[in-house]
T-cell receptor, first 118, second 111 residues
């Protein structure tokens, strides 16, 4: 079974350009999470969806960041305009709430997109 | 602000020894606790979950949880060079809120 799929794996762009990151969660998972990882700040949650609906976007750093999930098998994270401080690895993760389980948080991560903004 | 604290390391242990990784958390209402392993340049991989006080064993890995002390640990027995990685502790808050990750402890197993 395929895991979480992310594209592109690497992105190099210039300041001011629009960047779109893509994610396909594991089939059957109803939660999708976007994270950003840097050396300084570690792994930070940006936004998460449940059944395609955004639940908490309080981690989105600025209005330059937006995320959508038009259907259960696809999500995008967009940065417009991009800035050098956005350079990081962006991970998408998915999970599902097992029947009777107390937690949906056994998350499975995609390979990540390494973003460099020059 | 929920916080998860880990010693950044590196923690160096000889091959075959027990590696002990520790994590403390600030939210007393936290319910679920996870350990992820992250190799350099790779994504985090879930290796252990624990939900109640005590020990949980899975192969060479043992997770220990003490909610009264707000402390969770991971023991790796018979450490192998392939265990060299960064280990991330992750905790949910009260009400099953999303994971908060520590910054990780880098483990180096010396052959």
């Amino acid at each position: 079974d395929a895991g979480v799929i992310q594209s592109p794996r690497h992105e190099v762009t210039e300041m001011g350009q629009e960047v779109t990151l893509r994610c396909k969660p594991i089939s059957g998972h109803d939660y999708l999470f976007w994270y950003r990882q840097t050396m300084m700040r570690g792994l930070e949650l940006l936004i998460y969806f449940n059944n395609n609906v955004p639940i908490d976007d309080s981690g989105m750093p600025e209005d330059r960041f937006s995320a959508k999930m038009p259907n259960a098998s696809f999500s995008t994270l967009k940065i417009q305009p991009s800035e050098p401080r956005d350079s990081a690895v962006y991970f998408c993760a998915s999970s599902f709430r097992r029947s009777g389980a107390s937690s949906y948080n056994e998350q499975f991560f995609g390979p990540g997109t390494r973003l460099t903004v020059l | 602000q929920k916080e998860v604290e880990q010693n950044s390391g590196p923690l160096s242990v000889p091959e075959g020894a027990i590696a002990s990784l520790n994590c403390t958390y600030s939210d007393r209402g936290s319910q679920s606790f996870f350990w992820y392993r992250q190799y350099s340049g790779k994504s985090p991989e879930l290796i252990m979950s624990i939900y109640s006080n005590g020990d949980k064993e899975d192969g060479r890995f043992t997770a220990q949880l003490n909610k009264a002390s707000q402390y969770v640990s991971l023991l790796i027995r018979d450490s192998q060079p392939s265990d060299s990685a960064t280990y991330l502790c992750a905790v949910t808050g009260a009400g099953n809120t999303p994971l908060v990750f520590g910054k990780g402890t880098r483990l180096s197993v010396i052959a």
